[in-house]
């Protein structure tokens, strides 16, 4: 939703009106996804990412909780060959990550203080926090979480060893 509404604002404040907005906001849109889509496959998955997926869902609800649109994100998932090691996949539709977070609790009959949120921005951080929930943040360059209130991680496959902290 956040792609359109600025690929939108900003055709609107070209004077783009009407019917046309709305054809030239999805080619813009789509030719963004196709870039992306584009760039995540030559680039593929982190070093490590397949086998501690493999790992975590055999003991764990995995779920993906992203502001990347819906159908993107799936498209995503399905190109990177990993979508069966999540039970949902929840992306950018009109609710915030909060809200699809406290969605998941609730259909899955989750308790919060069991459920562990593993994000990389300040919405990650603030769903979990709302919803009760424990956090592992994934520090890199853009976010730079070097010292935080919350247990952080630098590459995937520290994430099993810290999840191991959160059982009971």
């Known amino acids: 939703m956040v792609r359109h509404k600025i690929v939108r604002a900003v055709l609107v404040e070209k004077g783009i009106k009407g019917n046309e907005l709305e054809v030239q906001s999805k080619a813009y849109v789509d030719e963004y996804n196709n870039k992306v889509q584009s760039g995540i496959q030559s680039l593929g998955l982190l070093e490590d990412v397949m086998e501690t997926l493999e790992k975590l869902s055999k003991k764990y609800l ?22 069966r090691y999540f039970k949902e996949i929840y992306g950018a539709t009109t609710k915030s990550k909060t809200e699809n977070l406290s969605s998941i609790v609730q259909k899955k009959n989750l308790i919060p203080s069991e459920v562990v949120v593993i994000g990389d921005g300040e919405n990650d951080v603030e769903a ?3 919803n009760e929930t424990h956090f592992i943040g994934f520090a890199n360059d853009w976010n730079k979480w070097e010292k935080q209130k919350f247990q952080t991680v630098k590459s995937f496959n520290e994430i099993e060893g810290v999840l191991k902290k959160y059982e009971s």
């Open 62 to 83: 995995l779920f993906i909780n992203t502001a990347t649109p819906k159908d993107s994100i799936d498209e995503t998932v399905n190109n990177l060959g990993i979508s």
């Open 128 to 130: 979990a926090k709302e």
